[in-house]
């Protein structure tokens, strides 16, 4: 099976527990004014590689990531762009004893498979915002097959972890922030919700591939402002880190 995939890389904290093997794979259906990776949007800019050459990737690293509680990340880009792809790699990876985790913006959830989603150990579920038209300003598209995504993995009842970027003037407004975790709170199969603080450190990246980042006069959320989002998810039950 052969897939488009932009890089791929070991992390350590927000893409899963433990030390992860991260493929990142090429195209985005969406355009976040604060994303991150803008080398990954192309599905024709990737590099074409097999499912075989991916695993082979993984094997050498597959005894230090186990040890160390980790496991396997397929993030990008939108991995469930190329669904039959990313579905052989966690079958293979959940199949090789690893533990697997999809990061997926959730607009294509519909193209995940619930043979998919039992080879899934962990959704990383970003959710942008709750808000229809923040959601649409801040990523171009609409909010509802997220949503309709996060009832079906409530309904198979398969871990997750949403994650919010809180870009101060676009997804900080109280009502929004305590819509989503009113939302998130009724699920009951969400573990955590990642809050992740907006930067610019992609900045140069967008220079270098001619495209002006959107947000590049936006100051990152200040203690006050975190604090103030922490507190709203807690009040409604959600732990949030
Ligand atoms: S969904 Fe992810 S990869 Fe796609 S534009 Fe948004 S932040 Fe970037």
Redesign the pocket.
Known sequence: MNGSVSSWDLSVGVDGPGTRFVLFTAG?????R?????E??RMRDGRQVTTGQIMAEIGKYQRFISVAGGGVTIS???PLLQPRFTGELLRRCHAAGLHTALDT?G?LGVRATDAMLADTDLVLL?I?SYEPATYRRV?GGPVEPTLRFARRLADLGRPTWVRFVLVPGLTDAPENVDALARFVSGLGNVERVDVLPFHRMATGKYERLGLRFPLAHVEPPGQELLDRVHAQFRAHGVASV
């Open positions: 985005c259906p969406l355009r976040c604060y994303c991150q990776n803008p990954t949007w990008g880009g939108e913006s607009l970003d942008k990523t």
